[in-house]
């Protein structure tokens, strides 16, 4: 059996928008999800860093950790089982994949 659907004729002044808020949102998977306590409306801040630098200093070939920086901040707004989708509130500097999440209290 087949099934037939007209198209819709197009109108004059129909334009299609692609400046619409949910296009420009910048939506993060992040790897944990309900197995993990997230809920939706959970927000969390965006940290980055903790590159091992060369101690100029010190000298001698010595190293350093340097301490995570906060780079923003999320909100979880999709659940799964192991993964969930947050929507960026803020940024303070460009975000990068393996970029750290933590909650805002810890």
Not at 11 to 37: C, E, I, M
Not at 78 to 94: C, E, G, K, Y
Request: net charge neutral; hydrophobic share 40%.
């Amino acid at each position: 059996r087949r099934v037939c659907c007209e198209r819709p004729t197009p109108t004059a002044d129909y334009q299609p928008s692609f400046h619409s808020p949910w296009l420009a949102a910048n939506v993060v998977v992040l790897n944990k999800g309900d197995r993990d306590g997230l809920e939706p409306g959970h927000v969390m801040k965006i940290f980055q860093g903790g590159e091992t630098i060369r101690d100029v200093v010190a000298g001698g070939g010595t190293t350093v950790k340097l301490p995570l920086e906060e780079a923003g901040l999320l909100m979880v707004f999709r659940i799964f089982d192991r993964v969930s989708f947050a929507l960026i509130m803020h940024a303070t500097q460009p975000l990068h994949v393996l970029d750290w999440v933590r909650s805002p209290e810890g």
